[in-house]
């Protein structure tokens, strides 16, 4: 079962935060986040491993709750280059398949 | 560039036909992924190569489906009797750097896009 993401979209003003829950009914070894331009292959941010890590990547950073099986991605004083729609895949392992979400659409304005 | 590239990176076809896609991953990554995504949904697994195994295969997966990587270096896709169903974006991603670390970091390819006619 894909894991679900909220919300589907979010409008931004340049400079503003926003975060993006993605949240699996089974248990979780690691979360992956990626964001994908228009007509472009989904690029890496950053992954997240059960025990409840929190990683940063410039002013996006993320955070895995182990016990509700949920991760967040924050935003932070987005900017313009942050337009995108954001993936969450989970892994159920340390290796193999990911099970991505629907993806949240971001639209940074200026 | 050592990223994960593929190709064609476009094509067209009719419905019926045979095409074959390319993968070549980032160099010395040992895993490679299939997946298809279609518009306004996130990629969906097909199978999964470690070296040359194909170790996992998605059972949405039909028979007209068939992956291989025979050196464990470049893989291809090919879907025989193409529907319209099979338009989509495939997309490549390899792995192996951090994968010792627990860390399967998926690196994605620029992907093939196709369309049945």
């Known amino acids: 079962q894909q894991p679900v993401q909220s919300p589907q979209a979010v409008i931004l003003r340049e400079g503003e935060d926003a975060v993006i829950n993605c949240s699996s009914s089974k248990a979780l070894y690691s979360v992956h986040w990626y964001r994908q331009k228009h007509g472009e292959a989904p690029v890496f941010l950053m992954i997240l491993l059960k025990g409840g890590e929190q990683k940063g990547h410039e002013k996006i950073s993320a955070s895995f709750n182990e016990k509700k099986q949920q991760s967040s991605l924050y935003l932070t004083a987005s900017q313009l280059s942050y337009s995108g729609t954001y993936f969450c895949g989970t892994g159920l392992r340390s290796w193999g398949k990911l099970q991505f979400g629907a993806g949240t659409q971001v639209v940074v304005t200026p | 560039d050592t990223g994960v590239s593929q190709d064609p990176r476009h094509k067209i076809t009719k419905r019926g036909q045979n095409v074959t896609f390319r993968c070549d991953p980032i160099?010395?990554?040992?895993?490679l992924y299939w997946y298809r995504q279609t518009l306004g949904q996130g990629p969906e697994f097909l199978t999964y190569?470690?070296?040359?195994?194909?170790?996992?295969k998605s059972r949405l997966l039909s028979d007209r489906f068939s992956a291989e990587r025979p050196k464990g270096s470049f893989s291809t896709l090919e879907i025989q009797r193409t529907e319209q169903g099979d338009s989509a974006m495939y997309l490549c991603?390899?792995?192996?750097?951090?994968?010792?670390?627990?860390?399967?970091?998926?690196?994605f390819g620029p992907g093939t896009r196709l369309t049945v006619l």
């Open positions: 160099s010395e990554h040992n895993r």
């Open positions: 991603a390899s792995s192996g750097e951090q994968v010792l670390a627990g860390r399967d970091e998926q690196f």
């Open positions: 190569f470690q070296n040359e195994a194909q170790l996992e």
